[in-house]
C-alpha cells in the first residue's frame, strides 16, 4: 500500500512538473524580439504610446493582469528582448494586501517560489502590527521569486521608493542568459571607468 501511495505521489509531481509552462517570454512576447515585434504586439493590446529609448521601450499607465500599472519597460541588447519591469503604485496603507494578492495570483499559475523572503529588520517582526511601518522605514525585505527550467525567472518585490516617498511593487520577467552577459559587460564597462 505505501509503495502505490508513493508511486502515486512520485507520478503526480512528475506529471505536474511536466506540464508547468516554462517562461519563455512576458505578455505573450517572446524573449529575443525585437523592438518593433514588441511595438506591434503591444499595439494590439493597448492605445498607449511607447516612450522608446536606445536600449528599450516603456509604456505608462498601463493595464497588467486586471490593475493598474504606472511602468512597463522592455529592455533590449543589440534589438534583442531580455528583461521586462513592471512597477505597480499600491494604494497606501495597503501595499503589503496588494503584494500578496499578485504574489497569490503567481501561485496560481507557478505554483511555489524558488523563494519567499518577508524578513524585518530590529525592531521590527512579521506578525507585530507594524509591517507597513517597516516598509516605509526600509525595514523589510519582502520578496519571492519563480526560476524555470531554461533558467528564466520572474521576480515580485515590494520597497518603498525614498525618492517617490511610496511603495512600489516591482515584477521583473528575466530571460536570464542575455541578462547575465549585459550585467558582466556592464560592470566590465564601469571597471574600465576606474
Known sequence: ??????????????????????????????????????????????????????????????????????????KFYQDYFYFSLVIIVPERNRALETYYAIKEDYYTKYGTPHWDREEYSSPYKKGDGYEETALFANKANISADWLFDEGNNIYIGLKYNNRETRCEIGILYTETKTFNKVQSIEKANNLDDL
Do not use: C, W
Open 1 to 74: 500500500m505505501k509503495r502505490a501511495v508513493l508511486l502515486v505521489s512520485f507520478l503526480i509531481i512528475v506529471l505536474t512538473l511536466s506540464f508547468s509552462d516554462p517562461l519563455t517570454g512576458f505578455l505573450g512576447i517572446p524573449f529575443g524580439s525585437t523592438k518593433d515585434q514588441v511595438i506591434s504586439a503591444m499595439s494590439a493590446k493597448t492605445t498607449i504610446k511607447p516612450i522608446i529609448g536606445d536600449d528599450l521601450i516603456l509604456y505608462k499607465n498601463i493595464k497588467f493582469a486586471g490593475r493598474d500599472a504606472e511602468k512597463i519597460y522592455f
